[in-house]
């Protein structure tokens, strides 16, 4: 079975699983932050305007932006999907390396920052709230193996988001390329049309999902093996 077949059998089962963890569906928004997150510092690294996001109980999520030049809005929209995807690369590499502190607060950092600055809406903001504070008590009170179980939890329901959104710009641009999302944006400003767009992220999600499992399965083994050891020659 090839590594694309494996990452997607992985992911269903993955999904199917993690569905069957009571509140996991809660979590799945830490996917959205990372999106709405990603528009936002490329708006502003371009010299845009943040108005404010919004975070919805759907999972859904938009960022109001103002932009001074067209081309601008060709890496905006290509940084939500590629930035959840990178993210969820990142918190596997951290779980490999048994960094999975440094990972839990890079999200509340994230969060701590999105709530600050840019995050308006009620349930947004109540999200945002009980994220960190849940956060800070995994940090903070509970112990290592609970704190790592959560962050696993986390990673999973992050690589899948980061895949799935996607996917379904598939669909949405299958049935109506005018409500497709970024990918509909993205067709605005190239010649490349919705569906190809979604197509490009979906393969971009997979990419990065196929990287995060490798870590994920043989990663950690990996860096725990021990270094050869170095012996000096002497003469007899």
Request: proline fraction near 4%.
């Amino acid at each position: 079975m090839s590594n694309l077949l494996k990452t997607v059998f992985f992911l269903i089962l993955s999904a199917f699983l993690t569905h069957l963890i009571p509140f996991s569906d809660y979590f799945r928004n830490l996917d959205t932050m990372i999106h709405e997150f990603g528009h936002a510092i490329v708006t502003l690294a371009l010299s845009g305007k943040v108005m404010y996001i919004e975070l919805f109980a759907n999972h859904s999520g938009v960022t109001y932006s103002q932009v001074t030049s067209r081309w601008s809005l060709l890496p905006i929209a290509l940084a939500g999907y590629t930035t959840a995807s990178l993210f969820a690369f990142f918190l596997f590499r951290m779980r490999a390396s048994g960094k999975q502190r440094l990972g839990l607060q890079v999200m509340t950092a994230i969060a701590i920052v999105a709530l600050v600055l840019f995050v308006r809406n009620e349930f947004g903001i109540f999200w945002l709230l009980g994220f960190i504070i849940l956060n800070t008590m995994m940090l903070a009170f509970m112990p290592r193996w609970l704190s790592d179980l959560y962050y696993l939890l986390l990673a999973f329901l992050t690589l899948e988001e980061s895949v799935f959104g996607p996917f379904s710009l598939i669909l949405y641009a299958w049935n109506d390329p005018a409500k497709a999302g970024d990918a509909t944006n993205l067709s605005l400003v190239t010649p490349i049309p919705a569906i190809g767009w979604a197509v490009l992220l979906t393969l971009f999600s997979l990419w990065c999902a196929v990287r995060a499992l490798k870590w994920f399965l043989t990663g950690r083994k990996a860096s725990r093996s021990p270094r050869p050891a170095y012996r000096q020659p002497f003469d007899e």
